[in-house]
C-alpha cells in the first residue's frame, strides 16, 4: 500500500533518531508519528467520538 | 359590595370619567404595540391541513377571524424541509445554495466526522500552562455557520430597528439595531444540543448510554442523597491522560498530553418519605419539591479557578420519584441569561435585562426534552408539563415584547407546536405503529393549536390598526410510520463496502466502512454524499464524469426504490444541491437530498453512520411525527391580515415582501417574489 514520504533535514533526523531512542520509543517512526498527532490536536481542537456523540445525540431527530 | 356608580356625585363622576379616560390612554400606550410596521408569529411546524381542520371545528375562532379580515394559504418551505434549512432561507431570502444549510447535521469530508450545521465552537489560543493550570493566551468563541445577510440587519442598513426572539440558527446573534435573542441552535451548557442529567438508585434498570443525556448513579444513606451536576471542561485546569501515562508506564519518555478536568456543582438532596417531599440543597439556595413536582429556575455555579472565574448556569429540578427508587431529572445546563458565559442576545445585555422582568428561562436549542420521553426518563404526561413550562416562558415573553414595542419589526417564535406535533402524534393517529390509545394526549396536539390560538388572540389585541402581521411556519407535519435505513440500503446496492461485514451492526460514525471501495454514503437526514476524490478523506469516485454518471445512477435507483412489505415507494424527490440550487455555497452541501415520500422518514440510526440489518423498519418511536421529506408533503402555514397574491406562496417570497412593507426593494440574489396586496 502507498506510504506517504516526507523529506526531513539529516541533521533533524539523527536528532529524532537519538531521542527516540533515549524516549523509549521503538522507531523514529513511532516517535515522529506521536509528536506529529500532538501538535496537529492542539489545531484541531480533536473530538473524540465520545464528544461528538454527545454534541450531537441531544437531537431528537437521531438515535 | 357591588359599587353603585350612579351613586357617585357628579362632580365626583366627572372626575372618575376623567381618570378613566386618562388611564385608557395611557394603558394604549403602553399595552398597544402600534409602533410596530410589521410583527412575524412564527409557529415552527404548525400544518395547513391540522390548521383547516382546527379551523373548521370551530378550535381556532382567532386565526378564523384573521383568515376572513386577510388570507391563508400553505406556504411552500425548502428542501429539506428541517427547520434549520426552512428558517434561513426565511430569514435570508436564499436557498441552501445561498445560506449553506443543508441539514441538521453536515459531514466534514476530511475527517468523516458529522457535526452541527448551524454553529461550530472555536479553540482558544495556544495555552500557558503553569503547572496543573492554564491559561489561554487569547479566547476561544463560537461561530455560526449561517452565510447570508438577515432581512433585519436589511432593515438596520435603513435605520430600522427590530426585536427578533428566538430566531434558530441565529447563534450567536447577528448584529443590527434593535434586540434579538438566539434560538435553536443555540447549546448548552457544555457545547451539545441538549443534554439532560438523570440521577437514580437503580443505575441497572437503564441502558449504559442514553441519547440526549446522562444517568448517574446515587446511593441514599439516611434518606440523604449527594449528588454533583456535571459541567463543561474547566480549560484553565489539565491533567495528564490516561494515554500518556500508559506510555510513560511502558518506558516511552514522553512529553504528557492533557485533559481538561470537567467542572462539577455538588448538590445534596433530603429525603422525607413519609411526606413524599425532598428538599434540595444547592449552593447557598435550598428548595423543596414534592415528589412530581417541577422546581423553578435554580442557580448554579461552575469554579473554573476560586473566587476569579465562575461560569454561571440555570437548571430545572424535577423529582420524579422519592420511593421505592429514587429518581431525579435535571434540565440541560443552560446558559444563564442573567450572566451568559456565551454571547445569546445581541445587544448581550439584553437577555439580563428580559430575566430582570421575566425571571430565567430556557436559553438552549429546543426547550422541550424529546429524548428524555423518547428514552422513557420522562413519561409522556411528564413531558407535556415540561413542555408547558417552556411554552408558559414563551408566552410570559410575547406578552413582555408587545407591551414594550420599541422597536419597528417583531419577530416571535414559538416552538410547541412542533416538538409537540413530534412527540404526540402517535396518540391520535390509529394507523401510527405506535399508536397508544390516551384520552387525554389524544387531544394534545388539537391543544397545542387552540393554545396557539390564544397567543394570536392576544397578540390581535395588541398591535396597532396599520400594523401588518404575519404568522407562519417553517413546514408542516406528516406522519412517521417507517424507517428507511439509507445507509444500509447503499450497502445492499453495493455503493458502500465494509471492512468487517459481519460486524455490520456494530459501531458508529461508518467506523467500520472501508473508504477505498465505497462509492457513496448518507449523512444527516436527507443527505446523501459520493465518497468523492480530491473531497473526502479517502475519496473513491473521481470528479466530473465518473461523479455526474453516479449521481444519475443514484438517482434513478432511489426513486426506484421499493419497501417489499407493502410495495409503496419510500423516495418520492432527489434533488441535486449543485444542479438545483443557486448562490457559493452549493458545493459545500450533500450531492443529493432524499426527498422520502408520506409515512417515511429517514432511520434513526443512519443520519450518524451506523448500519441495522433491515432497510425498513416500523418506526414505534414516541418520536411518532416528521417533517424531515419530501417538501411538497409538509408545507407551512401562511396567514395574514393583508390580501395574499400568489396562489402559491413560499418562504423565500415572504423575506421580500417583509422588506417591500417597509419599502425597501430586495437586493439581488434574493430568489422571492412580493406576495402580500399592500394596505389600502
Known sequence: ?????????KALYEKLKMYSTIAGYSSVEEFVQHALEKEIKQFEGAESEDEIRQKLKGLGYIS | MRADRSRLHPVKSRAVALLWTLCLACATCNLSAAAQKVVVLGIDGMDPKLLQKFVEQGRMPNFKALMAEGDFRPLQTTMPPQSPVAWSTFMTGLDPGGHGIFDFIHVDPTKMAPYNSMAVAEAGGRPVNVGSWSFPTSGGGVRLLRKGKTFWQMLGERGLRSTIFRMPVNFPPVKAPGRSLSGMGTPDLIGSQGTFSFYTDHR?????????????????????????????????????????????????????????????????????????AAKLMIGDQELVLKEQEWSDWVHAEFKAIPHVITISSAVRFYLRQLSPKFELYVTPLQIDPEDPVMPISQPANWSKELCSELGRFYTHNIPEDAQAFKNGVLSAREFWDQMMLAYEERSRALDYLLKHPAEDFLFVYFGTVDQGSH???????????????????????PRLYEMLDGQLGHLR???????????????????????VNLNTWLLEQGYIVLKDPSKQESGEFFSNVDWSRTKAYAAGLNGLYVNLKGREKAGAVAARQEYEALLDQLEKALLAMKDPRNNRSPVSLVLRPRRDFKGPEKDKGPDILVGYSHGYRCSWESPLGEFPKAVFVDNHSAWSGDHCMDYRQVPGILVTNRRITSPAPALADLTVSLLQEFGIAPPSGLTGQDILEPKK
Not at chain 2, 389585541?461 to 424507517?483: C, N, Q
Open chain 1, 1 to 9: 500500500m502507498f506510504e506517504p514520504k516526507v523529506k526531513l533535514d
Open chain 2, 204 to 276: 441497572k434498570d437503564w441502558p449504559a448510554q442514553i441519547s440526549g443525556g446522562e444517568i448517574y448513579e446515587v446511593t441514599a444513606i439516611s434518606n440523604r442523597v449527594n449528588a454533583q451536576l456535571h459541567g463543561p471542561p474547566n480549560t484553565f485546569r489539565r491533567f495528564p491522560t490516561k494515554e500518556s501515562l500508559d506510555l510513560l508506564e511502558k518506558g516511552r519518555a514522553v512529553s504528557l498530553d492533557y485533559d481538561n478536568p470537567k467542572m462539577t456543582q455538588d448538590f445534596v438532596v433530603y429525603l422525607d418519605p413519609k411526606a413524599r
Open chain 2, 423 to 445: 412527540m404526540l402524534w402517535h396518540f391520535m393517529d390509529r394507523e401510527h405503529p405506535g399508536f397508544v390509545q390516551d384520552d387525554v394526549l389524544q387531544d394534545g396536539i
Open chain 2, 461 to 483: 389585541k395588541m398591535i396597532g390598526r396599520d400594523t401588518a402581521l404575519i404568522v407562519m411556519s417553517d413546514h408542516g407535519f406528516a406522519p412517521f410510520y417507517w424507517e
